[in-house]
Every structure is written in C-alpha cells, then in structure tokens.
C-alpha cells in the first residue's frame, strides 16, 4: 500500500514538473514573439539594414534622413511615420513603382517597416546644401500654382491638401517642403503616367493628368525652393491666395 500511495505521489509530481516546462516554454516563445513583432530597431536599420537583404536606408535617404537631391533621394526626416509605413507597403505590393525600393520593402517585416518609419518621423527635417538656385520667374509660377492652382484646367492649389508653405497634413498628405525638384517631378510624373497609384481617391492621379511639363517643373521648383523647418514667416506666405 505504501509503494503505491510513493507511486502516485510520483506520478503527480511528474505531471506537475510537466505542467510548470510547458509553462515556462509558452512563456519563452510569447517573449520571443513580442520581441520579434516589437523589438525592431528603426534606427539600426536605417544605418546598416536588417542583416537579411534590406541595405541601410542611409546609403539613399541621407545619414539623418535628409536625402540626397544630387539623385532625386527623397529626405524622410519628419514625415509621418504612417504615411511611410503605407509607401513602404505600397512598394512591396507594387502600387508604388521603384526598381530600388521594391526588393528593399519587401525585405523588410511588417514590425521593421513601422519601426523604420517611427525612427524617421522621430527626426528633425536638417538642412541639405541646395542645388543650382532655379530661375526666379519658374518658382513664381510653382508659387501660384501652390497657393492658387489653375482654374481653368481644375487644378486646386496645392496647399489646400499640402498646408501653407508645403508643410503637409496629417498622414495623408506629406510634407513637400525641402524635397528636391528632381524627386517632385519624378513622383508627379510617375503618377502621369500611371507608375504611381497609391493615391487616396486617385487625387493625384488626376490632378498630375492636368499639369503640363512647364507646371511641374514650376511646382517641383517651387517646394524645392522652401525650408525643410518652417519659419512664421515662409508658412504666412505660404498661405496667401
């Protein structure tokens, strides 16, 4: 009787050590799952890439996130983090058209993708060295055609979407103060023809339909020309009709 009363008490130790490993073990891989959905560094990423087959976004995007005009890179510093996170999807899926960041998005976890976009809307917008001054009668036009749009071919200013002086609106509509005239053109013409199709409501879509080559070049001047971190000054003249 007493070696079967030493058995069971075995038996429910066993089961009870069996139940704590299981435990412990579900445990272990929740951490490990957290982690994994949670832990990714943006900033790490931006520097020296995902250790998979996404390079450092700084080799493009600037060491602070500030672009590289020179080759029409855009900068990302300050940009809201989901308006990113919906461009670097948009890449993967293929709305988006890039030979370059295509492979790059789509290298890229759904955690790294939000966490590279929170390290960048985390950064102050630096000043870049700016290109050739472009001529002052073409960034006159781009001025008008951002605060006024052209009525006769139905085009709205942009600020109505962009804010005054470029400084964009909520996770929608980005900022494009600062960017380089060469990255401007190249995304309104993307969506010209088509290229591009990530727009809410296909307004871009639309209103690039409506620009002529001698606009963009004026609009893309235009917000080039501005700061990238606004004064009271550039958003009150901005914001003049």
């Known amino acids: 009787m007493a070696s079967a009363r030493t058995f069971e008490v075995g038996r429910a130790a066993e089961r009870t050590t069996l139940r704590s490993a299981t435990v412990c073990a579900l445990l272990v891989l929740m951490s490990v ?39 029409a890179y855009p900068g990302l510093a300050g940009l809201d983090s989901e308006y990113l996170v919906r461009q670097l999807n948009a890449f993967a899926e293929g709305s988006r058209d890039s030979e370059t960041m295509r492979p790059v998005a789509r290298a890229l976890s759904a955690g790294e993708r939000q966490a590279v976009a929170r390290f960048y809307a985390g950064l102050t917008a630096p000043a870049t060295a700016k290109p050739d001054k472009a001529d002052e009668k073409v960034v006159a036009i ?15 200013g942009c600020g109505q979407c962009h804010g005054a002086a470029g400084q964009g609106v909520g996770n929608t509509f980005p900022k494009l103060a600062g960017q380089s005239a060469g990255y401007i053109t190249s995304q309104l013409k993307a969506w010209k023809d088509g290229k591009r199709t990530n727009d809410p409501l296909r307004l871009m879509t639309g209103i690039s339909g409506k620009l002529d080559d001698g606009q963009i070049a004026a609009v893309a001047a235009y917000y080039a020309s501005l700061p990238s971190t606004p004064t009271a000054a550039t958003i009150l003249q901005g914001s003049k009709p």
């Open 33 to 71: 799952l957290v982690k994994a959905a949670h832990g990714a560094d943006g900033k790490e990423i931006a520097t020296n890439g995902n250790g998979r087959e996404a390079p450092a976004c700084s080799v493009c995007h600037g060491e602070h996130g500030e672009g590289r005009p020179d080759a």
């Open 142 to 156: 781009g001025a008008v055609l951002a605060s006024r749009g052209d009525w006769q071919k139905g085009l709205p």
